[in-house]
């Protein structure tokens, strides 16, 4: 079906920004802040695709499926600011768990926890510098206190879709 491993890459590329854009928007839809009220908390579904392109396609493509997920999820929920928070969190997040998942000292469980951290880091920077005020870093530590288990879940949903055989020829990029 693919001539080359590097149109089968672009296209893996490609559905995996898709289905990232997609669990974005409708992670959107879930009301988590009214069970847990702390601005900026979520379950990083988008991560599940995210940690697919980190494991399997290397960095160029993660950093491409991060770009996409904020473009197309910022166009249909028309958040400019949101575009901003999540382009901040989810390019660090996408560095870290590439950078971290390059030794074998850690297991997907703390690749995806620390992707989880690094993202709500990105967030709570962007938010100091689009507000002006430093007083928005109060939230990070509550954030990443939950870093642990929403990391551990998305590492949970992300396992079949990294070991599955259809992703790459290559295990990392």
């Not at 870290?96 to 390059?102: P, V």
């Not at 990391?151 to 790459?168: D, E, H, N």
């Amino acid at each position: 079906m693919f001539e080359n491993k590097m149109t089968k890459k672009i296209a893996v590329t490609a559905i995996l920004a898709a289905v990232a854009a997609v669990l974005s928007y409708l992670e959107s839809l879930l009301p988590l802040t009214l069970l847990i009220p702390l601005p900026g908390l979520k379950l990083g579904l988008s991560n599940i695709a995210l940690l697919a392109a980190v494991y399997r396609l290397g960095l160029a493509p993660s950093l491409a499926v991060v770009l996409v997920r904020c473009a197309v999820t910022a166009l249909v929920t028309g958040s400019v600011t949101g575009f901003f928070y999540s382009l901040a969190g989810g390019l660090l997040s996408a560095l870290a768990m590439w950078l971290i998942s390059r030794s074998d000292r850690f297991s997907i469980f703390g690749v995806s926890a620390a992707g989880a951290a690094a993202h709500n880091t990105g967030q709570i920077t962007a938010s100091m510098v689009m507000l002006g005020s430093v007083y928005t870093i109060k939230y990070l530590p509550l954030l990443l206190l939950c870093s642990p288990v929403t990391g551990f879940l998305t590492a949970l949903a992300a396992r079949p879709v990294i070991t599955s055989k259809y992703l790459t020829d290559k295990k990392r990029g």
